[in-house]
């Protein structure tokens, strides 16, 4: 796949060792855009090293589950992120970088490195998401009527509107990514829609969210006796 100016044809195309901006609720996926507003000085201090090297971040939740230890400046990291090139970088005037990036793949977190940088640097493995950099995807097993009717239902209890005929001209791909990672959800549910083994499975779980967050906001949800 082509992100930017650069193609990531296999695992042997993507860094071992990326700096990693932990960020409770982001999502990035492959082939999809994420814009940041970078301010703190670490992370600016990472964006300037980034854009003199191979400008790729490693985008990874803080752990949620509760087993990890409670610091607020170096939180536990969950083991899956996502790879990120700088595909958009403008300077604000006042400090900040605004960037966006284009999603090149998801990987796994082998170990975090020491390092004299302020920003935190991670060994990581792309290989178990070798699909990812795909150049062609099928996408025929999602089940697309579904997930707009779920988005419909969405947009109804919530008393908002949507472009249709972007969604309807949108490709499976580019719909149930973008869906996701507009989508208002938690960090656990975002990670579940991050770690989905293939994009059926994503539009399914992005579907099966919804259902229970409109149910919760009707008053519908399932009791257990």
Known sequence: MRIGNVTYETVADVPSVVPVFPLSGALLLPRAHLPL???????VTMIDDVMAGERVIGMVQPRFDGDGEA???????CAVGALGRVVSYQE?????????LGGVCRFRILEELRSGTPYRRCRIDAQPFAGDLASSRSDGAVDRDALIRAFQSYLDANDLEADWKSVRSASNEALVNTLA??????????????EAPDLAS???????????EVARQSGDEPRLN
């Open 37 to 43: 507003n970078i301010f703190e000085p670490r992370y």
């Open 71 to 77: 610091d607020d400046e170096v939180p536990e990291l």
């Open 92 to 100: 604000s005037g006042d400090g900040r970088y605004l960037i966006q």
């Open 181 to 194: 990672m507009m989508s208002p959800y938690g960090p656990a549910e975002k990670q579940a829609l991050l």
């Open 202 to 212: 994503r539009a399914a779980t992005l579907v099966a969210i919804t259902e229970m």
